[in-house]
């Protein structure tokens, strides 16, 4: 059965690829699995048929046959251990990629979005300029433990795993920004991941959804 997931209609991030549907199509192209979209607006991920698969009204969900699933890790997660590719065989191995998992999603990504919170929405508050720079080092605290554990190796244990995809789409929240910048290893590793054929693939999905709804120019 082809599952099917939920994605922004109308996405904010203006196809940048990074709302969370981003990270489950790429997983599930990486473990070579069809899916079917469908697409919300912000009103239908707050009525009772949406919260019944998702009860914090966000997206994704995923749907496959009786089992519903929300939270974007989770969905990863049981994807990674139905489907061959993004969790080793090794036992140990396997536990540590899913430990990553939990790192990139516990640890690394917490600060990152406070610091583009306060940038998106406290910018014109007497604080901002006070505040932001303790936030981002909140942020360079944790790129970099994350920049001397990687060190010059490609991925963050052995080959690539579903721990990298859920790291690398954490750290592209930073993307452009000066703090990620100041770890070259880092932006090569996650250049690496956007560089594979799956991220692309799931990366062109979700653009052709914005670029089927930007207004055609007159």
């Known amino acids: 059965m082809t599952p099917t997931i939920t994605a922004f209609e109308q996405s904010p991030d203006r196809g940048r690829g990074l709302a969370r549907d981003m990270r489950v199509r790429w997983a599930l192209e990486e473990v070579g699995q069809p899916y079917d979209v469908r697409l919300v607006s912000f009103k239908e991920m707050k009525e009772p048929a949406h919260r019944a698969l998702h009860p914090f009204g966000q997206i994704p969900t995923y749907e496959e046959g009786d089992l519903a699933l929300f939270e974007s890790g989770a969905i990863v997660f ?38 583009e919170s306060a940038i998106l929405v406290e910018r014109n508050k007497p604080w901002h300029a006070e505040r932001l720079p303790m936030l981002e080092d909140r942020v360079r605290a944790r790129l970099g433990a994350l920049s001397s554990r990687l060190g010059d190796a490609d991925w963050l244990d052995g080959a690539f795993s579903a721990g990298d995809l859920m790291m690398v789409m954490v750290l592209r929240r930073l993307d452009g920004a000066a703090v990620l910048n100041e770890y070259p290893n880092l932006c090569a590793y996650v250049a690496r991941g956007e560089a594979r054929p799956a991220y692309q693939r799931a990366f062109a999905a979700q653009l052709a959804v914005f670029s089927s709804r930007v207004p055609a120019a007159r």
């Open 78 to 115: 049981h994807l990674a251990e139905r489907h061959a590719g993004l969790l080793p065989e090794d036992a140990n191995a396997r536990a540590r990629a899913i430990t990553w998992m939990f790192a990139a999603l516990n640890t690394v990504e917490p600060p990152i979005l406070e610091r």
